[in-house]
């Protein structure tokens, strides 16, 4: 099976209002990658995600960047296998704990999750 990192940054985000009266919303944390074996994109994804909710995590991801039509650039089949799993995927920054930013293949030793 393939080897995947999965960069992750942990925080918690502030809301205020500004002068004109809307609302803002920052995610301040740290990030880091770890590097999992699965099957496919989703599969990582899905792992990483179920781990971290496991740990009591709220969990949110990346939402779609330039190019991209769905979030962490998934295409239609991934996220199919993703919805098909149960895991949840909710796009924006967490009050307090993970966002999953962007899953790639890499050769890099795998730590299992």
Do not use: C
């Amino acid at each position: 099976m393939p080897n995947f990192k999965v960069r992750i940054v942990g925080g918690k985000s502030t809301h205020s209002i500004n002068l004109s009266g809307f609302s803002q919303s920052k995610f301040m944390g740290m990030g880091e990658s770890t590097i999992i074996t699965a099957e496919n994109r989703a599969d990582a994804y899905i792992k990483v995600a179920r781990h971290l909710s496991e740990q009591g995590a709220e969990v949110t991801v990346l939402g779609p960047v330039a190019g991209q039509t769905m979030a962490l650039g998934f295409t239609a089949e991934e996220w199919e296998i993703i919805q098909q799993s149960g895991v949840p995927m909710t796009q924006g920054y967490p009050d307090d704990g993970y966002q999953i930013e962007q899953i790639v293949q890499v050769e890099e030793e795998n730590i299992d999750l």
